[in-house]
């Protein structure tokens, strides 16, 4: 009996170590699961706030530079520029600043506080059918440099529901090359101006054909895409359309057909096979223009279309370009001799196999080689008797009809034989009329 009351305590404490210890544990874990709950709030606040919009910044870099493996390093070339800065430089992209639209886009004039002026070209929402073909055009464009092409000089990406892709270029404040050719800059170009910017829009294109690899193909050289610099030199521009090079010989399979009428290689548009002398073709149709001051495709005759080739070829064929000659020539020093060889140069450039055309490096080249020559022979004495005029180092000769005075320049006259073949061009009634008509078809011409 007196063990029984001092053997109670013993059983009582053993059973309430357990129950203490249980409640231990679960106090304890119910401490750590809140700790631990504390500190993943803690850390999701942290990093929705502070360390999300740093990855997704840096992603975006990284994406980038992924997608155009060259933009990374070249970013001393190029810079990349917010939505906000170009909105701003262009007053929302009002009507006040834009300059210029086609197919592709439209171009704005903008003003920046570090650059300057600039030109924005904002594209359709369907000109580029992927992130990626945008991302490759700026890669592709950042390798040109040259002093006869439009310098890229920076990009806007943004995307979600802002996106924005847009091509920052630099501004080139005189105009196209259409402009001057159809008269609305109220300025002639003379025969010298013509041939040089002949020259500097070949160079620019040859360069993009031989230096830049890949070689980069056009696709839709026209007068509008050739802009007039400061020093009154060709740069051609708008390369929207550009496409990478065929490699060595190869041509480019295209499986959509991108230019504009009246300038596009027929070799091209039946074999959908784009090479170099694509651009060559469209080059040729712009030297006629620089020649005769026309529209590529005069739709003002009956209704029907009649391409400046085939207007111009019979002239050229048989040595006669007064017949062709832009009005304008006829009233000022020309060298009709140079004039004549890049007619003919041309016709040589739109012959229809486009292995038969010279390359853009032998454009520039043979055109180069005919001023050299006409300088030339401006500096040799002559064995003429008598005083002997000159303008501009051009020699000209003058004759009257019906005692109006007419000048030919830079033609022999012991080997001019005038028939009325070779002067209808100067008849008055038909010089007004072709220029009227020339310039109003002019006009409509980049509709």
Not at 16 to 35: E, F, Q, R, Y
Not at 83 to 93: G, Y
Not at 397 to 411: A, R
Request: aromatic share 8%.
């Amino acid at each position: 009996m007196g063990g029984s009351p001092g053997s109670s305590p013993t059983p009582m404490r053993a059973q309430d170590k357990p129950g203490l210890s249980h409640w231990t544990n679960v106090l304890g874990v119910m401490i750590i699961a809140m700790s631990v709950l504390l500190t993943g709030v803690t850390f999701y606040f942290f990093f929705r706030r502070k360390l999300l919009p740093a990855i997704t910044r840096r992603c975006r870099r990284w994406t980038t530079s992924k997608a155009g493996s060259n933009l990374e390093d070249e970013k001393i070339l190029l810079r990349r520029f917010q939505l906000e800065e170009l909105v701003r430089a262009t007053n929302n992209f009002s009507k006040e600043c834009l300059v210029g639209s086609g197919t592709f886009g439209n171009v704005y004039r903008g003003t920046f506080h570090d650059e300057g002026m600039l030109a924005i070209k904002k594209p359709h929402a369907d000109s580029y059918q992927s992130v990626e073909e945008f991302r490759n055009e700026v890669r592709l464009l950042s390798k040109v440099r040259h002093r006869n092409l439009v310098s890229l000089v920076g990009f806007c990406e943004e995307p979600g529901a802002r996106e924005a892709k847009m091509l920052v270029y630099e501004y080139v404040p005189n105009g196209s090359l259409l402009e001057y050719i159809m008269g609305r800059r109220g300025r002639v170009l003379t025969w010298r101006q013509r041939v040089n910017l002949a020259i500097g829009a070949a160079k620019g294109i040859a360069h993009l054909h031989e230096e830049v690899k890949p070689s980069i193909i056009h696709r839709d050289l026209k007068p509008s895409n050739i802009l007039i610099g400061e020093g009154f030199e060709a740069k051609v521009s708008d390369f929207g359309l550009v496409k990478s090079g065929p490699i060595e010989d190869q041509s480019h399979v295209s499986s959509q057909i991108k230019g504009t009428p009246g300038y596009l290689d027929p070799a091209y548009c039946s074999s959908f096979h784009l090479t170099p002398f694509s651009d060559v073709y469209s080059f040729g149709v712009i030297l006629l223009q620089l020649v005769a001051a026309r529209p590529a495709v005069d739709t003002g005759r009956n209704n029907s279309r009649y391409h400046i080739i085939e207007w111009a070829r019979p002239s050229l064929e048989r040595g006669d370009v007064t017949g062709i000659l832009d009005a304008n020539l006829l009233s000022q020093p020309c060298n009709m001799e140079v004039m004549l060889k890049m007619g003919q140069l041309a016709l040589r450039c739109v012959v229809k196999s486009p292995k038969q055309r010279p390359t853009m490096t032998q454009v520039w080249q043979e055109l180069e080689e005919g001023l050299r020559v006409t300088d030339s022979n401006s500096l040799k004495p002559t064995a003429r008797s008598g005083p002997r005029r000159s303008m501009d180092r051009e020699t000209s000769q003058s004759f009257s009809i019906d005692g109006v005075g007419y000048q030919i320049f830079h033609v022999e006259m012991d080997s001019l034989s005038f028939q009325s073949t070779s002067l209808r061009c100067l008849d008055a009634d038909n010089l007004s009329i072709d220029f009227d008509k020339c310039s109003l078809r002019g006009i409509e011409e980049e509709k």
